[in-house]
């Protein structure tokens, strides 16, 4: 009943008014933060100097903890059975997703934890089947970056699969271009640029730039292609050529 009250009173009531409520609760709000018009049903939040949440989040978590100037914007959905942390002046940009499934889905606990000054822009994807942590002064920049703390593996014949789990950790000072991809268990260590299009299948632990596969020139002419299929002779209206397989 407590994070259904929480919602209730921190989106409908004016700030002071509602903190003082909150705080009465066994909340933990500073008189200086700010928050908008947004569902915040969790059964514990604390929120220090200068802290923000905006607008039109959906916020429905066990435990939402931000210190000094830590801020979330806009349209953020957060879900399950999950606890969010963010250091100080550590920032949630806009339309993000962070879910976690309910029990029997998952089981004990599980924390997205951003470090100090680490930045989440926009329309990321968080599966926080298992912890992911973010270090201090890192970057998930761009958007569209998946990050999968679970997977599966299916057996060569018949119905039978396994889930693997598996925590996410990334390190201090680390850029993530977008459109990355991270699978579960794999570490990023500290001072380590990763570019856009990445799919991180395997720790990387040793600091530098790790790029994609890199661009490379194909002679793309009619002839060359043409000599490396098989002309499809029962096509008349046009030309086809088969590709082997």
Not at 119 to 127: L, M, N, Q, R, Y
Not at 195 to 223: D, F, H, W
Not at 225 to 241: N, P, S
Request: charged fraction near 20%.
């Amino acid at each position: 009943m407590k994070p259904y009250i929480t919602a209730f009173i921190a989106f409908l009531l004016p700030n002071k008014l509602a903190f003082i409520i909150l705080n009465m609760m066994g909340h933990k709000i500073h008189s200086s933060a700010r928050i908008g018009w947004s569902w915040l049903q969790c059964r514990y939040i604390e929120m220090g100097e200068n802290t923000k949440i905006g607008h039109l989040n959906l916020i429905r978590i066990n435990e939402l903890v931000l210190a000094s100037k830590a801020s979330i914007r806009q349209f953020n959905r957060m879900k399950g059975p999950l606890d969010v942390h963010m250091e100080s002046e550590a920032a949630i940009g806009n339309s993000n997703s962070i879910y976690r499934g309910d029990f029997p889905i998952t089981t004990g606990t599980a924390k997205l934890a951003l470090g100090k000054l680490a930045i989440i822009t926009s329309k990321h994807h968080f599966d926080c089947t298992r912890s992911i942590s973010i270090g201090n002064y890192t970057t998930i920049s761009g958007f569209s970056c998946q990050f999968w703390s679970h997977g599966f593996y299916h057996a060569d014949t018949g119905r039978k699969r396994i889930r693997i789990d598996g925590e996410i950790v990334i390190g201090n000072n680390v850029s993530v271009g977008s459109r990355c991809l991270f699978n579960p268990g794999v570490r990023v260590g500290d001072c380590i640029n990763i570019g856009g299009n990445c799919c991180v299948s395997k720790s990387l632990l040793t600091p530098g730039l790790y790029v994609a596969q890199p661009l490379r020139n194909i002679n793309n002419s009619m002839e060359a292609i043409q000599a490396k299929l098989e002309k499809d002779e029962d096509f008349k209206l046009f030309d086809v050529y088969k590709k082997a397989v």
